[in-house]
DNA sequence: GCCGTTTTCGGCCCGACTGTTTTCAGTCG
């Protein structure tokens, strides 16, 4: 079984759970959670590099002994050290730490003072009001308790971006009502345009006097305050969104929006920056001797540690930091920059709108082209073109293009990717066309070997353009299939084909690490819509704010040059 | 357990809120 940084991450952040039970070094604990985050984050497949014999102490928070455990779990699976852990006393209280307001200390005194080990043992416990009874436990923590575990089993993770999204604008706009509000904004994950968040966190700044807090927690969907102060509050809304409000001082807008826009990783990296020079940051500013000399702006607060500005989608401390000091920050893309969007369904397969009603709506946004790319055959339930109609569909688009002004449409497929690697149409009639692009729609589980050989066929067809939606991934509902995604970005450079980002904010696949690996092998991307709908133009947007995490600039997006630099991309030889 | 322009030892980010306290420990982000 191929080990994933995820698995590492997972066990790194059991022991350290398990070391803090047991009263362990703090900063030992803390080196187990900085290095499962710096695996989690890694652009790359961890056990690639333990394979190529690398030196794993090159990357931050890993020293010798950590680097031992990695490659431990990765020849395993594995990693002695957690099971010994997990067999000594107390091994399986870290899945108590799971609650809400139960850490190492409170787990470790109902173990102690019950003899609660599980969860279930929790409820019992919970339930027959012996939770109050423990020395620095009362009626409020045993409530709570039960309140958590109901919420755990109804807890379905993170909220897809474009929920978050809906959810958020009605709250902002609620609070942005009350007199007294001079600022607001979402900062957290949502600012950094993360495909899920995990909560929203607000910030805002209010004239002197303005009880913001009393008016967020009245707030007609809020289904739960978990807690409330003056300057701070969470509640949790009657969709399960958790919500966390912080009212900062005007003054200290831009040092809060950084602190709270995170991530954590770009956060710590900053201050140690500034610890370097003398200087503490904190969600207030930047302070010298006790004295802010920054905060009011996020560029006041980077130009202290000498950098410039870094845009949220790339505080991730995935290397922008390094960049920034280097002056090589990259120019990201925008939504401006598209000059086209290159994979769209109409009614001829299974989506809603004509060939001149796409064009049209395509034309209304700026764009200088589209591809029209329905499925082939083998997609039934789509009503996938045969060769046979595909004539006549190409003949119908000569026709609409001699017609329609001030926008090309080129001639596309998303041609199935068959079992074996095959496309679902015969050369002859591909040759015909602007545009092809291939997809996987069935057959997702095959092994590894066997997946990635099946999609390399498919990119060593001379006449494939575009591998649409990579990885096959939809969030929350379908894994990513398994493959070798170097070896396929490799084969794509080779055949001077390009990979997709597909906007369709429940897959947008590629993901970001992923497109900056291929923006890191002179691999181009194409940052498309897959519309079945004039309304499903828009969602392009999500594909360029994942496009933007990733680091693409105009430079690596076929779709962002005119119609005869995107020719000549496509012409494959 | 990691790390180094205070470098091989001695540091390691820090403020707000809760609940149970009677002045603060524990938890969280």
Redesign the pocket.
Known sequence: MPVHNTDIEEIFKEVADLLELQDA?P??V???R??ARTIASLPYSIIDLVEKDKDL?E?????????D?IREICRTGTLK?LKKLESEEGGSLHTL?G???????????LHQTLGIETLQELAEAAQQGKI?TV????????A?ILKELNRLKERSGRTPYPVACQLAAPLIKYLKQKSGVKQIQIA?SFRRAKETVG?L?ILASCTRGTDL?TYFVHYEEVDD??????????VILKSGL?V?LR?IPAVSWGAGLFY?TGS?AH??AI??LA??K?L?????GVFKNDKRIAGKSEEEMYAQVDLPYIVPELRENRGEIKAAAEGKLPKLITLDDIHGDLHMHTKKSDGQHSISQMAEAAREKGYEYIAITEHSQHVRIARGLDAKTLERHIEEINTINNQIDGIEILKGIEVDILEDGSLDLPDEILKALDIVICAVHYLFDLPEEQQTRRIIKALENPFVNILAHPTGRVIGERDPYQVDMKEIMKTAKENNAFLELNSYPYRLDLNDTYCKMAKEMGLKIAINSDAHSIDGLDNLSFGIQQARRGWLEVKDVINAQNLESLKRLLRKR
């Open positions: 070094n900063f030992r803390r080196a187990y900085n290095a102490t990357l931050p928070g890993i020293g010798e002994d950590l680097a455990k050290f730490m609650i809400p307001g139960l850490g190492p200390k409170k787990v470790k005194a109050g020395q620095g436990f009362g009626e409020k923590s045993e709570n957290g909560d966190d807090v305050v978990i807690s409330e102060g003056k300057s701070r509050s969470t958790q966390d009212v709270f954590k956060n710590i201050r140690k610890l370097k003398g503490k940051v904190n969600e207030y």
